[in-house]
């Protein structure tokens, strides 16, 4: 077995084997040997700063993200408010998207976003 970090999804692909044991698979997958393919995901976050203020940026580990800002190697912006803490994420399967949801939530106003992360809280 694999480990697998929390930030990765999977898919399972089936790969036509003809030579596969018939006893290492069920009926529906006979003759095909089963993958999984692991992705790792993007996320788009806001963070809450020490002086109540907000920043939006994206990465791959939320964790180490969170670290780097609070030890000073994140954005200039966080550096001069530090300690920041991550109070909203959005998860996505490419770069791309993360960066365009980024830039998109950068342009909101702070009531806007209030909204959006008030949103995501009362949903859990």
């Not at 200039?76 to 991550?86: A, E, G, L, N």
């Amino acid at each position: 077995m694999v480990f697998v970090p929390f930030y990765f999804t999977s898919t399972t692909l089936l790969i036509n084997e003809s030579n596969v044991p018939s006893d290492k698979y069920n009926e529906e997958s006979r003759g095909f040997r089963i993958i999984k393919i692991y992705f790792m995901s993007f996320y788009t976050y806001i963070a809450k700063c020490s002086d109540n203020s907000f920043y939006t940026g994206y990465c791959r580990d939320l964790n180490s993200r969170e670290k780097k800002h609070n030890l000073g190697k994140g954005a200039k912006y966080t550096k001069q408010r530090r300690p920041i803490k991550i109070i909203y994420f959005e998860e996505f399967k490419t770069r791309i998207e993360a960066m365009r949801r980024e830039r998109q939530i950068k342009k909101w106003s702070r009531i806007k976003k209030e909204i959006l992360i008030g949103n995501k809280v009362n949903k859990k």
